[in-house]
């Protein structure tokens, strides 16, 4: 028998049930093993640290550790041990709890699938000394001093005279001319000329991959484009009458789900899948006037007349309302905007009961007309447009979009001054995008246009929620007055008062605060880093005793 032969007889005998003769160990060797399974990579990733009181031994138990911007939560234990579980990405942690200076943060806090992020130890301010705080030696006069009080922070916006930027050529994603084909839109009147009959698409969305949905009004429909402005489809719009939904509002959540408000006798929510479908229809009550989306949110916010909100899901069983709520939702907070003057507006910060946690104050070299919040930004930035006019009332001709990007602590992160939308009707005229960028609805009578922003950083001419440096100068137990303070960088400086107490304002940034005595002239430095709108306070500084002559 050839060997081959005798190769193949031998391995059907393995494949039959009755056989019994063991297979030699070199034709095991040649059968070919079953490919193992392909582990899944998880899609998450995990955030740690130790929350120890600043100077202190003690740890921060209780505490609670949020992410802007997202619905995760963590509290730390007895050891002040906690953990997050977060999807890729870079978020800002804020952290609270008892005896700790409200709102202290924890930014660009980097999460990467399976990976474990460990922060250490993470140092927060007590408000009193904690009773088991122990005895740790003192930092040395080089260490910053990093503020984490909050205050009122103050943005002076920047501009001194109205300059619209004009868009370049690659910003525009999409123009539309006036018809019913696809890629038109209904339009009527011209908005340039305040004619009382210009209408035109009444709002519109980002979609969760940058995709364009438009309520086409006058069309009766919404028309899709993807994210180079192409047409990708429409789909008809539920009215009650034969009349064109005029005073209407559109979101889109991030599974494509679309949802359209109508303001009429009786407000109407419906809810369409992403080809279109209706999913469910609802009454809404009166006071309901529009509807806004968050990204990572699954219910849409519903904006009411009086400034608060409801979050809602709408259900077979009809609607099911979370709130009033103060606002949109950052964080653990609602924030607001009111028009205080015609120079000044304030971004609120609300807790869930509706009390004032921080009010970011704007002021304006030009009138403010008007003041709108665009969105709430993967970041946790507010992005507001702040419409100003240069004139002697508030219908000169002259006119801007200020768009801003603030944090909760009231820095300026980004500025641009856009064309206004030129529309009459009060309508949706921004859409927050998700890199970042905002998308402006423009019209005349000639088109519509969808333009693309991205909001560069503020001119350094802006002071954007200034710190406080405070404290109070000593010389052998008693208290200086005259002492000098001054932080040359900046070039700011203030004198000691009677009691040796002294305040100075800076910038955010990084400082040498320079205190020096106004007789023997022996100055002490302190190095401090202070956040937009918060307080550092250094204490007692005790100036250097002057030399003594010699022989004495």
């Known amino acids: 028998m050839q060997p081959a032969v005798a190769l193949l007889l031998c391995l059907l005998a393995a494949d039959r049930p009755s056989a019994r003769a063991p297979v030699p160990p070199a034709v095991r060797a040649a059968v070919p093993a079953a490919p193992a399974a392909r582990p899944v990579a998880p899609r998450t990733g995990t955030v740690s640290g130790v929350l120890r009181h600043k100077a202190c031994q003690s740890f921060a138990a209780g505490a609670s550790v949020a992410v802007i911007g997202r619905e995760a939560l963590a509290t730390s234990d007895a050891m002040g041990r906690f953990s997050l579980t977060l999807g ?75 300059a619209p930027v004009a868009p370049a050529p690659e910003q525009i994603l999409l123009r539309g001319s006036p018809g019913t084909g696809p890629g038109q839109f209904g339009l009527q009147g011209n908005p340039a000329r305040d004619d009382e009959d210009a209408l035109g698409p ?12 438009v309520l086409d009004s006058l069309n009766g429909r919404v028309a899709r484009f993807d994210g180079r402005g192409h047409f990708a489809g429409a789909f008809p719009l539920v009215k009650p009458g034969a009349e064109p939904v005029v005073e209407a509002d559109l979101a889109v959540s991030d599974d494509g789900t679309i949802f359209i408000f109508t303001q009429g006798d009786v407000p109407a929510l419906t809810q369409y899948d992403a080809t279109g479908r209706i999913l469910v229809a609802g009454a809404l009550p009166a006071s309901f ?49 009111e028009r205080v003057s015609r120079w000044r507006a304030a971004v609120k910060l ?6 004032v946690r921080r009010s970011v104050q704007l002021h304006s070299l030009l009138p403010i007309t008007g003041l709108r919040l665009v969105g709430v930004n993967r970041r946790g930035e507010m992005v507001v447009a702040v419409d100003r006019a240069e004139g002697a009332d508030e219908t000169a001709p002259h006119a801007e979009v200020l768009l801003l990007a603030i944090t909760p602590q009231g820095f300026l992160t980004g500025a641009i001054a856009v064309p206004r939308g030129d529309r009459r009707f009060e309508f949706r005229e921004f859409g927050l995008a998700p890199d970042g960028a905002v998308v402006q609805m423009q019209s005349d009578a000639a088109e519509v246009r969808f333009v693309r922003w991205v909001l560069p950083p503020p001119p350094k001419g802006s002071v954007a929620g200034e710190g406080l440096v405070k404290g109070r100068v000593l010389d052998g137990g008693r208290p200086v007055a005259g002492a000098a303070v001054t932080a040359g960088k900046a070039r700011r400086a203030s004198t000691c008062q009677a009691d040796g107490t002294f305040e100075l304002r800076l910038p955010p940034g990084s400082h040498v605060v320079s205190i020096r005595a106004p007789a023997s002239g022996e100055a002490v430095e302190r190095r401090v880093a202070v956040a937009a709108g918060a307080t550092v306070d250094l204490g007692n500084v005790i100036l250097p005793a002057a030399p003594q002559p010699p022989g004495r």
């Open 350 to 355: 609300f807790t869930a009961d509706g009390r």
């Open 88 to 162: 890729p990405g870079t978020y800002s942690l804020v952290i609270r709890g008892p005896n700790l200076v409200a709102d202290q943060r924890v930014d660009e806090v980097t999460v990467l699938s399976g990976h474990a992020r460990d922060l250490g130890v993470v140092e927060v301010w007590p408000e009193e000394r904690p009773a088991n705080c122990g005895v740790m030696p003192s930092p040395p006069a080089e260490e910053p001093v990093v503020a984490v009080a909050p205050d009122t922070p103050s943005v002076e916006l920047p501009g001194t005279a109205v």
């Open 202 to 213: 009444t709002s519109f969305a980002v979609g969760p991959h940058g995709g364009l949905f």
């Open 289 to 337: 006037k529009g509807v806004d989306f968050l990204f990572g949110r699954q219910r849409p916010i519903f904006l009411m007349q009086n400034g608060q909100a409801v979050r809602a899901e709408l259900g077979w069983g009809g609607l099911r309302p979370e709130g009033p709520l103060p606002g949109l939702p950052l964080g653990e907070l609602f924030t607001g905007l």
